[in-house]
């Protein structure tokens, strides 16, 4: 007996085993209910995921110094419309602050 014939004697076994055996016998997928500890799992891999995302893609991009902080330019301009208009300066207010001062030295140094 040749190879060839070995190899197509064993086809025609393993197809018959496939074709003889009833549905029952099979494994069959079962699909559980995922618990709240594997969908929290799940959850955290995804953000984590999308985070390392995100960085590769902020690494790549421009930064700006604004306030001491490094930011993207969506940031900066995010920043920048929240930004509202200040108060232009009182020097009434000003002056009031500045005798506060003052007499918080004196009363500092005379005790």
């Given at each position: 007996m040749s190879f060839s014939d070995h190899l197509d004697n064993f086809i025609k076994q393993r197809d018959k085993?496939?074709?003889?055996q009833s549905p029952s016998f099979k494994r069959k997928h079962v699909v559980h209910d995922p618990t709240n500890q594997s969908l929290a799992r799940e959850a955290m891999a995804k953000a984590?995921?999308?985070a390392s995302m995100q960085a590769t893609v902020e690494t790549k991009?421009?930064?700006y110094?604004?306030?001491?902080?490094?930011?993207?330019?969506?940031?900066?301009?995010?920043?920048?419309?929240l930004k509202s208009e200040s108060a232009p300066a009182n020097p009434e207010r000003i002056a009031y602050i500045n005798e506060l001062r003052k007499s918080l030295r004196l009363k500092k140094r005379s005790n």
């Open positions: 085993q496939s074709q003889g984590q995921e999308e991009q421009t930064h110094r604004l306030n001491g902080r490094c930011v993207t330019e969506t940031e900066a301009y995010a920043q920048e419309q």
